[in-house]
């Protein structure tokens, strides 16, 4: 995979959907790295994934990006991967709140 190939965008309401489920199997493959747990967001709909996308839920600095390859929507199952960034108001830095990238995209050779 070229790097022309991959954009990085912030992630928006509109990509609620594709976003829950990334997200989700983030927290099923890897739930150690996450401060949440499948069996908790799981129940949620995709309206409260899509607020969350949109900042309701975290700070007025935090966001989360979507890495998308070829033709850069996240709704056509093209997510790489995914990273929220927020800030406790504590701190004048922004720092990770999470990092995933799908396994089949985790080789160089890809």
Do not use: K
Not at 1 to 20: H, P, T, V, W
Not at 79 to 99: K, M, N, T, Y
């Amino acid at each position: 995979m070229s790097a022309s190939a991959i954009e990085i965008r912030r992630l928006r309401a509109a990509d609620g959907a594709a976003y829950r489920e990334i997200r989700l199997e983030a927290l099923s493959l890897s739930p150690e790295a996450f401060g949440s747990a499948f069996e908790t967001e799981s129940v949620h709909p995709v309206g409260w994934f899509a607020r969350r996308l949109e900042g309701e839920q975290h700070s007025a600095r935090g966001f989360f990006i979507g890495a998308l390859r070829n033709d850069f929507t996240l709704a056509t199952g093209c997510a790489v991967g995914i990273a929220g960034v927020d800030d406790d108001g504590a701190h004048s830095a922004l720092g990770f709140a999470e990092i995933f990238f799908r396994q089949h995209n985790r080789s160089r050779d890809n």
